[in-house]
């Protein structure tokens, strides 16, 4: 058993039934939550009782009418039955928000951190289409040696080798993240 993993999927399932509206998406992620915690766990013990999953699952079944989602529910006992719950609810999780909400936190909480490490500090941004300069502009401010070479007709400015790896681009994290 990963603890960590089972931690997250419970944190998942407090978050949606504390902190979410009352709504499909709320019931899905505290059901996916319950099956995912059931098949993490040797006990198959699972965050609801076996009556608050079935008023859970009336409840997005009700949910989902009102807020007239095309999802199509299929019977809790035939899941169960066939042992497909958890792959049921992720799916239709999947469905009902297109966007990968938990990449999105984790974009927002590395956001959160990286403005706290520059709090009260000067930030430049630079800013410019590939090949206008901005990493030899950084270079230039960091004090590595500079040349300039011909290519063709074009006058280019690079760094000069200096026999220790390039420390800029040791020091840089490039992060490009699609949600």
């Known amino acids: 058993v990963i603890w960590a993993e089972v931690d997250k999927i419970a944190s998942h399932f407090h978050f949606a039934s504390r902190a979410m509206p009352p709504c499909a998406e ?8 319950h ?9 198959g013990s699972g965050l609801l009782s076996n009556e608050e999953v079935a008023e859970v699952y009336e ?16 019977d809790l006992e035939g899941l169960h039955r ?15 928000r297109p966007l990968d909400m938990p990449l999105l936190m984790s974009l927002v909480s590395s956001i959160e951190q990286a403005s706290k490490h520059i709090q009260d500090k000067d930030v430049i941004l630079l800013l410019g289409y590939t090949g206008s300069g901005k990493s030899t502009m ?14 063709g007709d074009v006058e280019h400015i690079e760094t000069v080798p200096n026999g220790h790896q390039d420390t800029m681009a040791a020091l840089a994290e490039i992060k490009t993240n699609y949600l």
């Not at 099956?35 to 006990?43: D, T, V």
């Not at 409840?59 to 999802?71: A, I």
């Open 82 to 96: 066939a042992g497909t719950e958890l792959h049921c609810f992720t799916n239709l999780l999947s469905e009902l």
């Open 59 to 74: 409840g997005l079944v009700q949910q989902l009418r009102t807020e007239q989602h095309s999802v199509r529910l299929p």
């Open 26 to 33: 709320r019931s899905l992620v505290m059901l996916q939550s």
């Open 35 to 43: 099956f995912a915690h059931r098949q993490k766990l040797p006990s």
């Open 138 to 151: 950084i270079h230039y401010l960091a004090g590595s040696k500079m040349r300039r070479i011909l290519h």
